[in-house]
């Protein structure tokens, strides 16, 4: 028939803007399979292996120690698996390990149990070995190490359940090259002389926590009680999933829906340019739905091109995203990528099924009108016509004005498209400028001292050496981040002695660092709720203002305030502080923590994140040569005729490209404008779990600096866009063009 043979002149003609819109679809199917995919494929690779290796639900620590007998009577009243986990750190001193600290564990037997990978489990003289390790120095299994006195065959590779993300410290950073763990048999391990940590690990086989905790504090009293949802160790990879899976759900859409709408703007008015032949195919007998099924057409090539392209890609994209987060941030993990269905079925229909509906209602709209009217061409915009028409102003102005004003369809797609293309480079920039903040001007944390020495007891009264500091943790209903109260001594020097408002802090008061005021919502005045974590003992004090800290989710007050909200003597104390390093009894410490967080640190940390930030620049560029290529692919179509005319009255294409394609420089600003928010916004969302995440507060910044290289950028990206339509102005037959008689202008 013949209209179906003008369905394929009509894409032939129009080529470039179906590869555009292909490309563009693929692009979005590929962002919302291989993310969404991505974050599935993490959180249900670590929920395995932490629910098949048997990971903690906590850890804890008491003053007075559970023997066997007691734990087992604990296990058998409250249903729960309790096991007396112990560690010993080794710092190699000579060897091809040197400098190297190696935790050694004894095997587990109950919780926080070893994967057996590429051997088998440890016995006399021989030793597991996690693999990152062990790729860095490449041992082999079957080499032999040597951690000074101790030598040990790695009989296999392994993963502990508690240590998915490899921390020395729960304050420091993945090294790979100087810390690992190695797990012998019970022999082996006491046969090392060196200093013994020693804790409690506990799994809840139904929902008591708050009864076996209160039992637990009255009987032995909890020195410390560490949730596995604050263990970085394991709440790192357990959340990392869901942080991409929301990343995903809020970028994928995002660029999903812009993208779309676009296209689908885009195609709506190119089906309006054709009204006529909407005339022509009536007069000819076709009916309605046969044209707007030959319509329908032009929404098929790019939603089902598009759509099977980017499911395609996404394949491997996804496998790719999984090894980057699983081997860049956790210990080696058995795992098989996974995707999802319904992002599938999205990715492959929703495209496909938008671009047809569009074309279809619009088909159907423009019908509605006689086909007399419609080879006429009738019902255009004349409102310019009066425009500027007393002005004195250049023709070229007058046109530029017009040609804005009278098309104002037009003129919104266009401010469109440069919002959504300022809004993808501009995401990136102001991600980057979030982290620099933090990291050069926001790691200053509130705290002025270096070094806290937790006690195994509590002491009263005043150290012979450093300060005297009274800590307690406590939760926050739906909250997973710990809520540390410090009980300051008065005339402290290691603490802030003004808010942000520039209040002076008074002891007697109750203050909250920046970054607890933004993970529990709270503000100056308001009243926050919290529960002892031992007994769940609930609590509520008045915040009179914020301190600066984005590292760290404190609450400030006195140490008399602090020991009462615990229930203890308002003289005691369990941590001693230091500018300097202490010689304290080894066995009144239960444990040292360097308390500098530093620019490597977070490095390490946010690896991920400046990898999100390269891709969101790239796409971002990408994304905006083809998004304003499209647009101004539209107006060249949509003004064939007027170049036409132009070429005949004899201007030169310089002057046809300063009155056809130079008239929208006000539009790239106010898209520009747009965009800044919207990308303002997006990255606030996008920060909302990082102090869950990463221990860190980010919060979007955006600097003079990003908004002028963000400009110059959309604007090189439009300029590069109206270069490639230049050579589409001169290809342009005049006669053809003329005989199409579609005016808009």
């Not at 003008?6 to 470039?16: V, Y």
Request: aromatic share 8%; proline share 2%.
């Amino acid at each position: 028939m013949t209209i179906n043979k003008r369905a394929g002149r009509s894409i032939k003609k129009n080529i470039a803007f179906y590869i555009i819109s292909i490309i563009l679809t693929m692009l979005t199917s590929m962002v919302i399979v291989a993310a969404v995919s991505t974050g599935h494929t993490l959180t249900k690779v670590v929920d395995d292996f932490v629910k098949d290796y048997k990971a903690e639900d906590a850890e804890f620590v008491t003053y007075q120690p559970l023997s066997d007998a007691d734990m087992e009577k604990l296990e058998q009243e409250y249903d729960v698996i309790l096991e007396h986990s112990r560690y010993k750190d080794v710092n190699v001193e000579s060897g091809d390990l040197k400098g190297a600290t190696i935790r050694v564990f004894p095997m587990p037997e109950k919780l926080n149990l070893c994967e057996v990978r590429d051997g088998h489990e440890p016995g006399d003289g021989e030793a597991l070995l996690t693999q990152d390790f062990a790729d860095v120095h490449d041992i082999k299994v079957g080499d032999t190490i040597s951690l000074g006195a101790y030598d040990y065959k790695v009989s296999a590779y392994t993963t502990k359940a508690d240590y998915i993300y490899m921390l020395d410290k729960l304050s420091g950073y993945i090294d790979s090259e100087k810390f690992a763990l190695v797990v012998v048999d019970r022999k082996e391990y006491d046969k090392i002389d060196a200093d013994e940590t020693s804790y409690y690990s506990i799994k809840y086989n139904k929902d008591n926590s708050k009864e076996v905790r209160e039992k637990l504090n009255e009987g032995y009293v909890i020195a410390s009680y560490m949730a596995a949802t604050t263990n970085t160790r394991i709440s790192m990879p357990v959340n990392e999933g869901d942080a991409v899976t929301n990343m995903a759900t809020m970028y994928a859409p995002v660029m999903f829906i812009i993208i779309i709408t676009l296209v689908v703007m885009v195609l709506g008015r190119n089906i309006r340019q054709e009204q006529y032949l909407l005339g022509t195919f009536l007069a000819l007998g076709f009916s309605k739905k046969q044209i707007i099924r030959h319509y329908m057409r032009y929404g098929v090539l790019p939603g089902v091109v598009g759509s099977v392209l980017g499911l395609i890609v996404s394949i491997p994209l996804t496998g790719v995203l999984c090894r980057f987060y699983i081997e860049y941030d956790f210990e080696k993990l058995t795992y098989t990528p996974t995707y999802d269905v319904s992002s599938i079925v999205v990715a492959l229909v929703v495209p496909t099924v938008l671009y047809c509906a569009a074309i279809a209602i619009q088909a159907a709209k423009l019908l509605k009108k006689s086909p007399v009217d419609l080879l006429r061409n009738t019902g255009k915009d004349t409102k310019t016509v009066g425009v500027m028409k007393k002005s004195r102003a250049k023709t070229q102005t007058k046109m530029r004005v017009r040609s804005v004003i009278g098309h104002p369809g037009r003129s919104i797609v266009t401010a469109f498209g440069v919002a959504v293309a300022a809004f993808c480079i501009l995401t990136g920039f102001i991600m980057k400028d979030s982290l620099d903040t933090l990291m050069h001007g926001g790691l200053t944390s509130s705290i002025k001292y270096e070094y806290l020495y937790r006690l195994n007891s509590l002491e009263e009264g005043t150290p012979e050496q450093g300060e005297a500091l009274f800590q307690n943790y406590y939760e926050v209903e739906g909250k997973t981040v710990q809520l540390l109260a410090q009980g300051i001594s008065k005339d402290s020097k290691y603490f802030p002695d003004k808010t942000d408002g520039g209040d002076a802090l008074d002891l007697d008061k109750y203050y909250l660092t920046s970054a607890a005021a933004q993970t529990y919502g709270i503000k100056t005045g308001d009243t926050l709720t919290f529960s002892n974590i031992a007994d769940l003992k609930e609590h509520k004090v008045t915040i009179s203002g914020i301190v600066t800290d984005n590292t760290h989710c404190y609450l400030y007050t006195g140490r008399e305030n602090a020991t009462a909200l615990a229930g203890v003597d308002s003289d005691a104390y369990n941590c001693i502080i230091s500018k300097d390093a202490l010689s304290l009894d080894k066995d009144r410490v239960a444990s040292e923590t360097t308390m500098t967080v530093t620019a490597d640190t977070m490095e390490n940390m946010m690896g991920p994140m400046h990898a999100i930030m390269v891709i969101f620049e790239i796409v971002g560029v990408v994304l905006g040569v083809f998004v304003l290529y499209l647009i101004i692919n539209m107006i060249v179509a949509e003004t064939a005729t007027n170049i036409s005319v132009m070429k005949v009255l004899g201007f030169s294409q310089k002057e046809i490209s300063n009155r056809v394609l130079n008239v929208n420089h006000i539009l790239v600003c106010i898209g520009y404008l747009i965009g800044i928010p919207a990308a303002y916004m997006f990255v606030k969302v996008g920060y909302s779990d990082t102090i869950e995440n990463y221990g860190m507060l980010l919060s979007p910044v955006l600097t003079a600096r990003t908004l002028v290289i963000g400009f110059v950028l959309t604007w090189v990206v439009y300029e590069i866009s109206l270069l490639l339509q230049k050579k589409k102005i001169s290809r342009i037959d005049m006669v053809e063009a003329l005989k199409e008689n579609n005016r808009n202008e």
